[in-house]
T-cell receptor, first 113, second 115 residues
Framework: GESVGLHLPTLSVQEGDNSIINCAYS??????FIWYKQESGKGPQFIID?????DKRQGQRVTVLLNKTVKHLSLQIAATQPGDSAVYFC????????????FGTGTRLTIIP | KAGVTQTPRYLIKTRGQQVTLSCSPI?????VSWYQQTPGQGLQFLFE???????NKGNFPGRFSGRQFSNSRSEMNVSTLELGDSALYLC??????????????FGSGTQLSVL
């Protein structure tokens, strides 16, 4: 039968604008979260991480926000550039006893020149 | 410091064959994890090795196996290939196992096509 692919959420942003990518995680017991960026033909690349005892962490042009009440994670990218076009994954350490990180389905970000 | 290296980059096999993929972790990293990435299922955890021992295993059939050598290099093997095994196989390394701040560093993957 025909296989049904994951519906990858997409986000298009004008170059220079800010973007926000959202992620709902599954396990309230998860205590560590990472955002990865995957460009075409490459493996996921670490962007930024955050522990559950924090609600915000900033990096270079990126900010991660964690809302444990609603199990929500977001990645903000400031002043987007064409090189930011990629698929972005959030990951949580849902169950250290079984697997290291569990990945979300990803969001495809396209920067419009 | 060199990143995670995976070979080969591309593979084409036919159903029923077996395949071996190789991964060299970042120098000093002792944990190697393998993930399967497909458009249909996203990133799925296969297994993790640390000090030549499989520490964790995902929900994949026994046709999928792996091993780790004393130099931390790892191989994974898929026997009796099926069409559904077509995927990007990603290897990731990290310093240690079971720690909270466990960043995974990924290689570029091996794109396997089963015909």
């Amino acid at each position: 039968g025909e296989s049904v692919g994951l519906h990858l959420p997409t986000l298009s942003v004008q170059e220079g604008d800010n973007s926000i990518i959202n992620c709902a995680y599954s396990n309230s017991a998860s205590d560590y979260f990472i955002w990865y960026k995957q460009e075409s033909g490459k493996g996921p690349q670490f962007i930024i991480d955050i522990r559950s005892n924090m609600d915000k962490r900033q990096g270079q042009r990126v900010t991660v926000l964690l809302n444990k009440t609603v199990k929500h994670l977001s990645l903000q990218i400031a002043a987007t550039q064409p090189g930011d076009s990629a698929v972005y994954f959030c990951a949580e350490n849902r169950d250290l006893g079984n697997e290291k990180l569990t990945f979300g389905t990803g969001t495809r970000l396209t920067i419009i020149p | 410091k060199a990143g995670v290296t995976q070979t080969p980059r591309y593979l084409i096999k036919t159903r029923g064959q077996q395949v071996t993929l190789s991964c060299s972790p970042i120098s000093g990293h002792r944990s190697v994890s393998w993930y399967q990435q497909t458009p249909g299922q996203g990133l799925q955890f296969l297994f993790e090795y640390f000090s030549e021992t499989q520490r964790n295993k995902g929900n994949f059939p026994g046709r999928f196996s792996g091993r780790q050598f004393s130099n931390s290099r790892s191989e994974m093997n898929v026997s009796t290939l099926e069409l559904g095994d077509s995927a990007l196989y990603l290897c990731a390394s990290s310093l240690a196992v079971g720690q909270i701040n466990e960043k995974l560093f990924f290689g570029s993957g091996t794109q396997l096509s089963v015909l």
